[in-house]
């Protein structure tokens, strides 16, 4: 297979709105910092497109021989609604249990979510209640560079001073700073601010704020834009390779990132900035505030509204897959019907690959093809061109069977290698009945489990059954007796 030294990728770095050759700050080594969710609420299938797009970057960089540190917070604390309450902090009283509850309830689901989809763990996953002490540190140093100011326990970002020190505040959003003025409402603390696009790096905490942290200006907790500097700098360095997010943290969140580490460190602190469009619900971003949202569950059950059946996860991340991470992706009933009937014809060949007999020549180029494939990932990470070749090979494949193409064994054993590298490692498919053999098994494996505690029970072993009953639902797998034997369910 090819390496990062045969293969020059392109990527559209925001940064500078182009497509810029690749070329990481050490050789061999990359470091991604990609922004995490709020885990507040369930994720929905946006939040997941994004993710899954920074999966397949990550995939290939590794696939190509690159050691990566990707690294994903997760944010625990700081991230405010428009009326300046704290996301976490309101779900937990709207839910009545504690905030440090909602984190962790949340942050399974979206592990959980994320494993269906078959992403690889990111290597790191910081949290920004982890990292209160460096965000502290990282004001102090702001304030002792005259770039913020602290106001009533509150303290905010100097943007006017920093830009006056050469800063180039919105030099990622191309956003003019009278415009932002101009754009900005009357939110609460805005009093207390020198200028309306100042932004706060860390907030004097009310009274009834749960989520609060002791700081040398009184309590209160840190602004959101913080925690991503902190983080990503702490586990990359002051400067790194590739930071990467929704289109929508764009402005104001990685602008003040940029302020934030510049102003720190006086470095440009990413070197290419990856920044993913967004999934959209007729024709609407789909978005938690605004409920326009369809929940991975709620399509893995077909219980909901939109979708005439329940679609397999891999179905979905080969329809997220089909388009380029930098286009609107409109979900609908029909687009993933779609997705699947291709997926199907797709899979169908690769399941045939290895009926192909080899032959004395080769009638069709693996070698052109494979190069094909790469050229579609080194062209920003081209997914739907890299899966239009697959449909092409799956011809080919059928071909092969009927003998109207033929291929050496070199070239055939190097078609099968490249074909599990594109699938499997690259894009993260599976086939579907590879998914059905994992089932079995543990079906196969719960027939064992529930043979014991049923043994335990004839012989009134009660505390043996008792355990193998409370472990499995430790284990989120939950038994049921009913009249025909015992059932499982996997909560
Ligand atoms: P949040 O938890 O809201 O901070 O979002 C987590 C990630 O999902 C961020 O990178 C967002 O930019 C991204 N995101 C949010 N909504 C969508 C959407 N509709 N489509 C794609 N990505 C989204
Ligand atoms: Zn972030």
Redesign the pocket.
Known sequence: MQTYKDNKIKLFNSLHGQKETFTPLHEGFVGMYV?G??VYNKVHL??C??FLSFDVINRYLRHLGYNVRYVRNI?DAGHLLDNEEDKISRQSKLEKIEPMEIVQKYTQDFHKVLQMFNLLSPDIEPTATGHIVEQIELIKSLLSKGLAYEVNGSVYFDVNKYDAEGGNYGELSGRKIEDMIANTRDLDGQGEKKNPQDFALWKKASPEHIMRWISPWGLGFPGWHLECTVMSTKYLGDRFDIHG?????KFPHHECEIAQAKGSHGEEPVKYWIH?N???LNGQ????STGNTILPEELFSGNNNFFDKAFHPIILRFFFLQAHYRSILDISNEAVNAAEKGFYRLTTAIEKLPEIQPSEKSTFSVREWIDRCYDALNDDFNTPILIAHLFDISKVINNLILRNETLTLTDLNSLKEAVHAFFYDILGLKLLSDTLNDNNKLDNAMKVLIDLRNKARLEKDWALSDEIRDRLSEAGIILKDGKDGTTYEIE
Not at 285 to 288: T, W
């Open positions: 922004c969710p709020t946006g939040n497109r994004t944010t997010g929704g289109m929508d943290l993913t967004m999934l959209t971003k789909m978005s938690k």
